[in-house]
T-cell receptor
Framework: ETGVTQTPRHLVMGMTNKKSLKCEQH?????MYWYKQSAKKPLELMFV???????ENNSVPSRFSPECPNSSHLFLHLHTLQPEDSALYLC???????????FGSGTRLTVV | AQSVTQLDSQVPVFEEAPVELRCNYS??????LFWYVQYPNQGLQLLLK??????LVKGINGFEAEFNKSQTSFHLRKPSVHISDTAEYFC?????????????FGTGTQLKVEL
């Protein structure tokens, strides 16, 4: 158990569906992150939340909508996705002012 | 801005042989350096990190890395690999507290250990 839990582990959705990815951290960290990992491409930082405030949004399409209701939970709401959005979505957390991230196991998303 | 270059996308090696995975970084300020490992269908797990002090860093599973400031490198080594080391390895860099906490990752190196 890494201390960062992501659900679901696998998700298949149609392009017209709406779904949400959930991330929960049990480490007392105050920063959380969403990364996208596609085959043959580097890890892409999508969103950063620090102290529950979004501090970074790396030109991510509006069909991805993050939500951070408190310091332990992070969501990624998905709607009208495209097949190229199929990827492994990784959540991570860290404590601001210290080093390194702790990652969850990811959600494998397939858009059909 | 900082960046990380992993020079090898794939490294095949026989079991019990030594291995080195290369990582070079670029930054205008001092950095923290990390190696992460990713097994199939898993998230990233921290192998080791360099923050300050001794340039030779030992991590989990028998891996070690050496920080070389003059060559801006942080190569990962293991003297004898095992089949179970087959995975993807990511080098990452961040700036110390005060410079933000954002990790920048390299593109990864796939280590394949063969019998």
């Amino acid at each position: 158990e890494t201390g960062v839990t992501q659900t679901p582990r696998h998700l298949v959705m149609g392009m017209t569906n709406k779904k949400s990815l959930k991330c929960e951290q049990h480490l007392g960290h105050n920063a959380m992150y969403w990364y996208k990992q596609s085959a043959k491409k580097p890890l892409e930082l999508m969103f950063v939340y620090s102290l529950e405030e979004r501090v970074e949004n790396n030109s991510v399409p509006s069909r991805f909508s993050p939500e951070c209701p408190n310091s332990s939970h992070l969501f990624l709401h998905l709607h009208t996705l495209q097949p190229e959005d199929s990827a492994l979505y990784l959540c991570a957390s860290s404590q601001e002012g210290t080093d390194g991230y702790t990652f969850g196991s990811g959600t494998r998303l397939t858009v059909v | 801005a900082q960046s990380v270059t992993q020079l090898d996308s794939q490294v095949p090696v026989f079991e019990e042989a030594p291995v080195e995975l290369r990582c070079n970084y670029s930054s205008s300020v001092s950095v923290y350096l990390f190696w992460y490992v990713q097994y199939p269908n898993q998230g990233l797990q921290l192998l080791l990190k360099y923050l300050s002090g001794s340039t030779l860093v030992k991590g989990i599973n028998g891996f070690e890395a050496e920080f070389n400031k003059s060559q801006t490198s942080f190569h990962l080594r293991k003297p004898s690999v095992h089949i179970s080391d087959t995975a993807e390895y990511f080098c990452a860099v961040s700036t110390p507290p005060g410079g933000g906490n954002k990790l920048t990752f390299g593109t990864g190196t796939q280590l394949k250990v063969e019998l």
